[in-house]
């Protein structure tokens, strides 16, 4: 990790960036407004300012930041990636129908309110504790005080149920009060989608969000899915009532419910919803006023493009004809039903070129970074704003269809065992006739705006050499353009964030994992799987042991076994051999497995009992890796 740090700089625009970002107002229609007349349309209140702190004063959203979208967008920004960006910072509490409101811009997604027969029905409570709470307050003071009877979690992101307790207790849904109504398989993946790779995909999302980058026109400008991230404390409370398949319906507080199950769309566990009484049509995170991620850049598996496709499919054919209002869970509602099923095969046909014209272009023998470059939309699609890749992008999806069915092979030979960055970046300034020489040739290149391939060789030049000042000041320059001229929200995070590195070093982020109830959701197995990746298996070689681990408050027993570098652990028994026992609560286990505690620390304070060879307890703990959350991405 780089402790070098230098002050932060950014710079202007070049010429090349400035003329390409003047090209996109040519190429687009910024004519047509209708976006930001339904983006404010309804529009009651909203809080000003448009500050959130927690219980310490501290700030966890701020929309006063982003003012100076207001202006006109600078050489520094894509035209088009700041026309969202304007209609990102849209805020306040909104009426979409007769009986159904929505918060927006309280947080990256939305909180949707749908009055009831006696109280509220809310459906994705937001992020953040503080957030959802300061938008029902919000509600409260304008629609009045009325309780809340349900809560509907559309799908397992933690942008839709994080702030969940913001809204209503424990209490509230174990007295039966508050029903909560959440897809098949919705805790499971809540918990578990971030988990063992979880992380790798945190400093990947500090990149996708630009979590450490400036907010101003030459930083971050919105996340392309929404304004931003909050910052407060996330929670969660367990669904009552699942949704298993299509056609479920529900009665909430007075009011009809017919639900869409939409596994492994968007989201590993989803659903929609149609409002047969109102003529309203919620379609979750699957319809968006963008290209949507198939691969998300800080990484995940890849969507199913063509069941998505087809659950959009499904849900124009049985609801576009008879839905009045369309609302999704990020951005604004769509109003008529020409309109709604119009947007609903615009996207059902977007997703389902990007998987077709793949496969096709693969089957004729070219590779994921040739079709990547290849495709393009077909006209109607081309042009139109709801299918810009303000989030997603056509290049990074082509080549996730491409991984889910072929994989990260490209078939040929010469690319099945490659060197290592490092290795490959020294034999390549060797062949190229060494750093000084790549580094002149390179800023001709960046000279003549050829900033990509600026970022690809100079990269060899960094990774050979990661001390070379002028290597790493060209690469950030070229990484720095590429984000100004990106369309893509986290594309242009991406860069910006790996030219800050590369400037100023790393921005070093150890802050805990949350200790919320996320965490304290997963299951006992879920732990030991993540404890198991943490074994380090070359200091682990060579040893060979039995725990078994009591887990005293739910009664549970595992065997764990060390063998082969190998932590293997399968349900027991209090009477299962072992070399030794460890008894400890779940909560316990948790800090354990996570990392958060160490094992002296929790027998000094009781938290847990050893018997047996105690000393093998102590041993395996000790095998296990502790990882950076600020690990290098731009460097060695």
Known sequence: MSTNAKPATTKPATAHTAAANQSVLSALPFEDRRAFDDAHRGFIATLDPMVITDDTGRVVWDLERFAFLQDDAPDTVNPSLW????????HGLFKVADHIFQVRGFDISNMTIIEGDTGYVIVDPLTSVECARAAMELTYEHLGDKPIRAVIYTHSHADHFGGVKGIISDDDVTSGAVRIVAPLGFLEHAVSENVYAGNAMMRRAQYMYGQNVPVNGAGVVSTGLGIALSGGQMSLLQPT??????????????VRFEFQYTPDSEAPAEMHFYLPDMRALCMAENVSHHMHNLYTLRGAQVRDSLGWSRYLDEALQRYGAISDVMFICHQWPVWGSDAISDLLAEHRDLYRYIHDETLRLAAHGHTMVEIAEMIEL?????TSWTARGYYGSLNHNVKGVYQRYLGWFDGNPATLHPHTPVESGRRYLEFMG??????????KSFDDGDYRW???VVNHVVFADPDNAEARELQADALEQLGYQSESAPWRNFYLTGAQDLREGVHSDEAALNGSEVVGAMTVDMLLDYMAIRVNGPKASGRNFVLLLGISDTGEYRRAEL???VLNCTPADSTTDADATVRLPKAALTGLALGAVQLADAVSAGMVELSGD???AYDLFALLDTFSKSFNVVTP
């Not at 009532?241 to 007075?254: A, F, R, Y």
């Not at 077909?378 to 081309?382: Q, R, S």
């Open 241 to 254: 009532e699942i949704i298993s398949e299509s056609g479920q319906e529900l009665v909430l507080d007075g």
């Open 434 to 443: 060494g750093a000084e020489e790549v580094l002149r040739k390179a800023r």
């Open 563 to 565: 063998t082969h570098g």
């Open 378 to 382: 077909p006209e109607g699609l081309d």
């Open 614 to 616: 105690e000393e093998l």
């Open 83 to 90: 026309r969202m960006s304007q209609l990102h910072s849209a």
């Open 454 to 456: 600026v970022a690809q």
